[in-house]
């Protein structure tokens, strides 16, 4: 017999899906018969989501000269060249002001002071005081 998920059980609260994304972490997923899912979906409350994995198996298996372009809002069509894959290969000529970024170890100090900036902003962000 085949598990019947509730309509509550299933979907993320519009409400909760904005602010915390891991909120719904125990979701169960289940496999359903095709009646038991309209069923459901008739239901006031119901929200479901579809995931295709076939989609998503031909475009990745797709050449990249035959990929859809990006959907990209009108109001950035003058930035269409960013979105290219030739031109985000590319790296930028250098320049006079071009420097050098030194990489060290951290020594104990620091390590414990980025792990203090750390725990500060994710209390800041499970207690919404950033998003």
């Given at each position: 017999?085949p598990?019947?998920l509730?309509p ?5 609260s ?9 909120t719904?972490s ?31 198996a031909?475009?990745?298996s797709?050449d990249t000269?035959?990929?859809?372009e990006p ?15 030739q031109?985000?290969?590319k ?22 002071a ?18």
């Amino acid at each position: 017999m085949p598990k019947i998920l509730r309509p509550n059980t299933f979907a993320p609260s519009r409400s909760s899906a904005s602010t915390s994304p891991n909120t719904h972490s125990n979701v169960d997923i289940s496999l359903i018969k095709s009646d038991t899912f309209r069923q459901l979906i008739q239901q006031d409350e119901a929200e479901a989501y579809k995931l295709d994995v076939s989609e998503i198996a031909e475009l990745a298996s797709m050449d990249t000269a035959t990929k859809p372009e990006p959907e990209i809002p009108v109001k950035y069509g003058d930035f269409r060249d960013v979105f290219s894959k030739q031109e985000a290969d590319k790296l930028p000529p250098h320049r006079p002001y071009d420097h050098a970024i030194l990489v060290y170890s951290l020594s104990q100090t620091e390590i414990e002071a980025l792990h203090k900036i750390f725990r500060f902003v994710e209390n800041s962000y499970t207690t919404h005081l950033i998003a």
